[in-house]
């Protein structure tokens, strides 16, 4: 079983609105990872986490805010996001950092 | 990690073969090739990876060079569901200095017709 499960499908908020990603697995995977996709783009990596600590930020600004209370749970919080954050959030979990990366079907994520 | 090469997009007669390029000519000894493919706002999906010696699985075939710069992923009997773009990605293997980062290129779109 190499699922990852997120929620919601899709999201539409304002500016002024706060909003949380879910994603979740239960593979037993150790590393979490999101990434942003705008469209025709690749996907782009925003945040890493090993053993549910942060290891990488890839300069994302504060208004994303990651959170892993568990080692099947990862959030992404969101806070006065603006129409250029619009874009697909996926996230990925493996079993190790070095390990193969498996993804969520991502949520679409609209900011008016 | 290496960067990767690939043709912008590439169309496949459904039931024929695809056969989809990589060029990856600074790859070091110690990288693994890796296939993603993207179907239309769907999640990136695992397809397969490698090291050094061809792969197969029961979706696709990898073929790497011999000095490594260059690989190939064989989906064998194309069909209109394997439409999608398609990631070639080099990363560290483990103890590596592996960040688990995944950079992913432009990749290649590949149409499959009828």
């Known amino acids: 079983d190499t699922e990852v499960t997120q929620t919601p499908k899709h999201l539409v908020m304002g500016m002024t609105n706060k909003k949380s990603l879910k994603c979740e697995q239960h593979?037993?995977?150790?590393?979490m990872y999101w990434y942003k996709q705008k469209a025709k783009k690749p996907p782009e990596l925003m945040f890493v986490y090993s053993y549910e600590k942060l290891s990488i930020n890839e300069s994302v600004p504060s208004r994303f805010s990651p959170e892993c209370p568990n080692s099947s749970l990862l959030n992404l919080h969101l806070h006065a996001l603006q129409p250029e954050d619009s874009a697909l959030y996926l996230c990925?979990?493996?079993?190790?950092?070095?390990?193969?990366?498996?993804f969520g079907p991502g949520t679409r994520l609209t900011v008016l | 990690d290496a960067k990767t090469t690939q043709p912008t997009s590439m169309d496949c007669a459904e039931g024929r073969a695809a056969n989809l390029p990589c060029n990856h000519s600074?790859?070091?000894?110690?990288?693994?090739v890796y296939w993603y493919r993207q179907i239309h706002s769907q999640g990136p999906q695992y397809i397969i990876h490698g090291l050094k010696n061809n792969e197969t699985n029961e979706m696709a075939s990898l073929i790497i060079t011999e000095d490594r710069k260059s690989s190939t992923l064989i989906l064998p009997h194309a069909t209109l569901r394997d439409t999608a773009v398609y990631y070639c990605?080099?990363?560290?293997?483990?103890?590596?200095?592996?960040?688990?980062?995944?950079?992913f290129g432009q990749g290649t779109t590949l149409q499959v017709k009828p």
């Open positions: 600074t790859i070091s000894g110690n990288e693994y």
């Open positions: 990605i080099v990363r560290a293997a483990g103890g590596s200095g592996n960040t688990g980062k995944l950079i």
């Open positions: 990925a979990s493996s079993h190790q950092l070095e390990d193969t990366q498996y």
């Open positions: 593979m037993g995977h150790r590393a």
